[in-house]
């Protein structure tokens, strides 16, 4: 099982940039795909970007596209989301998200209902 802490969220201009962290627990945490979704006031929480368990095929959200990045350190159980130029239509809770690597396909997934665990989540404010 793996719990996930995010941090790093907070109130920022447009144009601004922030750094999200995950911190996962549990000595397992290099078999896990590992992923960051969103959810703004009342709409479906959806995918921003994930990151296959070997960090050897990233996805990102078409609105993200070349302004988001994400990594990981296995080393340090950690996962990491880089936004720059934000604009306030990025404002969102944004949740970290994980689940069990497989090992035949690179496939990232990209649903809500593909990980099982998920974090608390942190709060993005980009003011206009």
């Known amino acids: 099982q793996v719990q996930l802490v995010e941090s790093g969220g907070g109130l920022v201009q447009a144009g601004g940039s922030l750094r999200l962290s995950c911190a996962a627990s549990?000595?397992?945490?290099?078999?896990?795909?590992m992923g960051w979704f969103r959810q703004a006031p009342g709409k479906e929480r959806e995918f921003v970007t994930g990151?296959?368990?070997?960090?050897?095929?990233?996805v990102y959200a078409d609105s993200v596209k070349g302004r988001f990045t994400i990594s990981r350190d296995n080393a340090k159980n950690m996962v990491y989301l880089q936004m720059n130029s934000l604009k306030p239509e990025d404002t969102a809770v944004y949740y970290c998200?994980?689940?069990?690597?497989?090992?035949?396909?690179?496939?990232?997934?990209?649903?809500?209902?593909?990980?099982?665990?998920w974090g608390q989540g942190t709060q993005v404010t980009v003011s206009s």
């Open positions: 549990g000595r397992t945490f290099s078999t896990y795909d």
């Open positions: 998200a994980a689940r069990p690597g497989l090992v035949y396909t690179q496939m990232v997934y990209t649903q809500r209902g593909e990980y099982n665990y």
């Open positions: 990151i296959k368990w070997s960090g050897g095929t990233i």
